[in-house]
């Protein structure tokens, strides 16, 4: 191959690289795919119903840790959930980082699943219900609230954590669940 050759090729691949897709609020289903390719952890946020206390809960992957002096978290709610105003009016609420063998959570705690019937619920210092057995959890207090598109960023203060239990992650990775096994 001459050097002119390598050159064209070069540009080629340049060229190759720079295209992409423009993100199409009409058909968000490519981006998605395309978000789909980093892989989270999964976490359950628990807190109380605004309207009467009762437990209510919800499957997110948006958590992130975002300072430790102060000791602040975030997650993202979706303003289309049902319910999404009980999570932005919560004062406080508990982020739980499941494990591996907790996917079954996540479909109890989907539109039609049976929820927290059956579990083994206590109840946080500040009133938020709370389960056993998740890898951490996050006893939060709501710090700030953002608009951020079709989602609300929630920024909780850390009040008190506890380390549950030992264990591989819940992973969710291209629409699916599955699991980490660190050092493979």
Same mark, same amino acid.
């Given at each position: 191959?001459? *050097? ?95 494990? *591996? ?15 927290? *019937? ?28 953002? *608009? ?37």
């Amino acid at each position: 191959m001459s *050097e002119s050759d390598r050159i064209d090729a070069a540009i080629r691949t340049a060229e190759d690289l720079a295209k992409g897709h423009l993100p199409d609020p009409a058909d968000p289903r490519l981006l998605r795919d395309a978000l789909g390719r980093f892989a989270t952890g999964v976490a359950l946020v628990t807190a109380c119903d605004v309207d009467d206390g009762s437990p209510i809960a919800i499957v997110v992957n948006s958590f992130a840790s975002v300072s430790l002096d102060p000791p602040l978290v975030l997650w993202s709610a979706a303003r289309s959930s049902m319910r999404h105003r009980h999570f932005t009016s919560a004062p406080a609420f508990a982020i739980h980082i499941l494990a *591996e063998g907790q996917r079954d959570l996540t479909s109890r705690f989907s539109r039609s699943g049976p929820g927290f *019937e059956g579990l083994t619920l206590a109840r946080n210092g500040e009133g938020v219900p709370v389960l056993p057995e998740a890898l951490a959890r996050f006893d939060c207090v709501t710090e700030a609230l953002h *608009e951020g598109g079709d989602h609300t960023i929630i920024i909780g203060r850390v009040t008190r954590f506890d380390l549950q239990r030992e264990g591989g992650p819940l992973c969710f990775f291209g629409g699916g669940f599955g699991g980490f096994a660190p050092g493979s």
